[in-house]
């Protein structure tokens, strides 16, 4: 099974900081690659699949790149209401469909 | 408008058996992969099983001998029979609907919280 690894796993930053978030595979995905976003005590959200194509009604501070085993997730300007945990989860060799440990994101 | 509203979870004791039920509306269940995800307290999300479009259904080892997905097409709902029950399968699960014929949960339910105490 596909392994896969996020980095880092929490983080703190102020509003308006550039955030990224790196997710690795342990094998060649090529992008089959999604974000989510969980606010606490909620079910968690689309917001980027393939790796870098942004859901229909998602801030476009929000983007994803990468290709193969490495991915990042990028907020380019954090506001307060992006305060949440973020998965990444691969479908290349599926199932199982593996999501990586997430990344809680705080506001400093 | 897509909506997944989950039911069904509760305290168990372990051994024991419960069955989940997915509701879905605003789009036909059956032409989409359908998931269970799920997420022990304070922990991240674990895919636990999918159902095919075509009815294929595969497992996570985790839960793969005890748990059972099925979906009633005149229903349109999704179902998760647990089985065999562990302290280790208490979570919060989630349905979630597949985009089409791809593993793309864009919708997901709220949620249905399963204890497995004695």
């Known amino acids: 099974d596909i392994q896969m690894t996020q980095s880092p796993s929490s983080l703190s930053a102020s509003v308006g900081d550039r955030v990224t978030i790196t997710c690795q595979a342990s094998?060649?995905?090529?992008?089959?690659l999604n974000w989510y976003q969980q606010k606490p005590g909620k079910a968690p959200k689309l917001l980027i699949h393939d790796a870098s194509n942004l859901e229909t009604g998602v801030p476009s501070r929000f983007s994803g790149g990468g290709s193969g085993t490495d991915f990042t997730f990028t907020i380019s300007s954090l506001q307060a209401e992006d305060v949440a945990t973020y998965f990444c989860?691969?479908?290349?060799?599926?199932?199982?469909?593996?999501f990586g440990p997430g990344t809680k994101v705080e506001i400093k | 408008e897509v909506h997944l509203v989950e039911s069904g979870g509760g305290l168990i004791q372990p051994g024991g058996s419960l069955r989940l039920s997915c509701a879905a509306s605003g789009f036909t269940a059956s032409n989409s992969y359908m998931s269970w995800v799920r997420q022990a307290p304070g922990k991240g999300l674990e895919w636990v099983s999918v159902?095919?479009?075509?009815?294929?259904?595969y497992y996570a080892d985790s839960v793969k001998g005890r748990f059972t997905i099925s979906r009633d097409n005149s229903k349109n709902t999704l179902y998760l029979q647990m089985n065999n029950l562990r302290v280790e399968d208490t979570a919060v699960y989630y349905c979630a609907r597949g985009r089409l014929v791809f593993p793309i949960f864009d919708y997901w339910g709220q949620g249905s919280l399963v204890t497995v105490s004695s």
């Open positions: 989860q691969q479908y290349d060799n599926f199932p199982p469909f593996t």
């Open positions: 094998q060649h995905i090529n992008n089959y």
């Open positions: 159902i095919y479009t075509g009815g294929s259904t």
